[in-house]
């Protein structure tokens, strides 16, 4: 989830290994803020614990009516314009890395990709490009893997992941019906950083 991982320090540390997930979730300031709703992003930035401790309680809902952050670049982020950063996040490519090629891979930053190996996930699968199925699957993953609940559920309070997962979907549909280039644009670049194709052949 950091930026860097072989220069950057997650504080407080999670301990290799730890089975339990009471640390992550509202509990932890670094992961709070990637599930911070995207439209409570400005206010979170003003006062990190107050608005932590808020989602934590659940004086403030903590629902699908705004993308949590970690679906959006951090250093791209605007809030005029979500668009360009929406899904660019170096956590969701090194996700998305792990389980297709493997997590040997996962930790390459953006700027050093390297192919598949004969044996991954992509390759045994006949897996040849990547989808806005397999972003929402991803997405998905990534919050439930940053939350504090042990045991997978289709509902985490007021968050429901069938309809995250639906929203992601929608997002990319709604684009496609207004004739807009991002679908298509977004695909291209989780084809380049994930299973390292060409920008031109990865989507057909």
Not at 153 to 174: M, Q
Request: charged share 25%; hydrophobic share 40%; proline share 6%.
């Amino acid at each position: 989830m950091l930026e860097n991982p072989s220069v950057d320090v997650l504080v407080p540390p999670l301990p290799p290994g730890e089975q339990s997930k009471s640390n992550r979730g509202f509990n932890h300031p670094y992961i709070a803020a990637l599930l911070c709703p995207c439209k409570y992003h400005a206010k979170f930035q003003a006062d990190p614990k107050r608005m932590a401790r808020k989602m934590k309680d659940g004086t403030l809902k903590v629902d699908n009516n705004s993308l949590p952050f970690f679906c959006y670049d951090h250093a791209l982020f605007d809030d005029n314009n979500g668009w360009k950063s929406l899904f660019r996040n170096v956590t969701l490519i090194r996700a998305a890395r792990a389980i297709l090629v493997g997590e040997s891979k996962a930790m390459n930053g953006l700027d050093h990709p390297s192919h598949a190996p004969r044996k991954s996930t992509a390759r045994n699968n006949g897996i040849k490009k990547i989808d806005e199925g397999f972003i929402a699957m991803i997405c998905c993953q990534v919050r439930f893997a940053l939350s504090s609940v042990e045991v997978w559920g289709p509902v985490d309070l007021d968050f429901h992941y069938d309809v995250f997962h639906n929203d992601i979907l929608s997002i990319f549909e709604d684009d496609r019906v207004k004739g807009g280039y991002w679908a298509e644009s977004i695909l291209k670049w989780w084809n380049m950083y994930v299973l390292f194709l060409d920008a031109v052949f990865a989507v057909g």
